[in-house]
């Protein structure tokens, strides 16, 4: 029997970000899932198969001082979400990870996870900017190709 997609995407999740061994950045336990819905029900995204998961992306809303001093590496991934309020308004989005199976991969599934929760938070929420941390060449390119689609400037944090 083939192992099941979602021990693939947790595993894949632990190896890519290294989240176990850096408490600094976001690792989604109970807590941080609970957080990230109060702030906003499309945070978490997935696309599923009738194998389970394929593909996870996670944005989070939040604000243009908190987007600020996280490019500035002033703050953490984690501080950022911790110092994200409840019930305000959010003007900034960050774009936080997208995960895709390998098999998966190029088909344009984060892509559409990703506007679609845009999208959403936008109808509560004015979005002014988009920002990211790239881990790959590939969430580069996801975060500037989300960025020409909503014409909405982009920061990023370097490494």
């Not at 906003?40 to 989070?60: K, Q, Y």
């Not at 088909?107 to 959403?120: D, M, Y």
């Amino acid at each position: 029997m083939p192992e099941d997609n979602l021990k693939r995407m947790i595993r894949l999740a632990e190896a890519f970000f290294e989240t176990k061994n850096d408490p600094m950045q976001i690792s989604v336990d109970e807590d941080t899932r609970a957080k990230l819905m109060k702030i906003h029900e499309s945070t978490m995204t997935e696309f599923r198969d009738e194998n389970g998961p394929i593909a996870w992306v996670l944005v989070i809303p939040t604000t243009i001082t908190l987007m600020q001093q996280f490019v500035a590496k002033t703050i953490h991934e984690r501080d950022l979400l911790d110092g994200t309020p409840l019930d305000v308004k959010y003007d900034a989005l960050y774009l936080c990870s997208a995960l895709v199976l390998p098999e998966h991969r190029k088909e344009g599934i984060a892509r559409t996870l990703a506007a679609k929760a845009i999208r959403s938070i936008q109808r509560q929420h004015p979005i002014r900017y988009l920002f990211y941390w790239a881990f790959s060449v590939e969430g580069k390119h996801l975060a500037e190709s989300l960025a020409r689609e909503f014409n909405l400037p982009l920061q990023s944090r370097s490494e």
